[in-house]
Nanobody, 123 residues
Framework: VQLQASGGGLVQAGGSLRLSCAASGRTFSNSGMGWFRQAPGKEREFVAAINWSGSSTYYTDSVKGRFAIARDNAKNTVSLQMDSLKPEDTAVYYC?????????????????WGQGTLVTVSS
């Protein structure tokens, strides 16, 4: 089972990026999926999550109104649209999957993790 995250890069503050995560080896259409991030010297933190059907989403307060998580179960993918980026959004972003049908902001909920993609926001 693999989760392949992509789409990271360098962007100026106020800009946008779209992260994608493609799963292979099994389907996650019955599982919640999420995005976490880890900035240098900090612990991994929750960013956003989506339930198995895509009908419910959850965001950490600092990204509400700026980020949007979505999924395509037919393609076994999850995405994170990031707008109005700020320097404090700089981090390695990880996709996660394989918990129950809903979602959690705890990393312990997810069994599978992508390798991470670096997002750097310059001021």
């Amino acid at each position: 089972v693999q989760l392949q995250a992509s789409g990271g890069g360098l962007v100026q503050a106020g800009g946008s990026l779209r992260l994608s995560c493609a799963a292979s080896g099994r389907t996650f259409s019955n599982s919640g999926m999420g995005w976490f991030r880890q900035a240098p010297g900090k612990e991994r933190e929750f960013v956003a999550a989506i339930n198995w059907s895509g009908s419910s989403t959850y965001y950490t307060d600092s990204v509400k109104g700026r980020f949007a998580i979505a999924r395509d179960n037919a393609k076994n993918t999850v995405s994170l649209q990031m707008d109005s980026l700020k320097p404090e959004d700089t981090a390695v972003y990880y996709c996660a999957a394989g918990g129950g049908a809903y979602y959690s902001d705890s990393p312990k909920y997810y069994a599978y993790w992508g390798q991470g993609t670096l997002v750097t926001v310059s001021s």
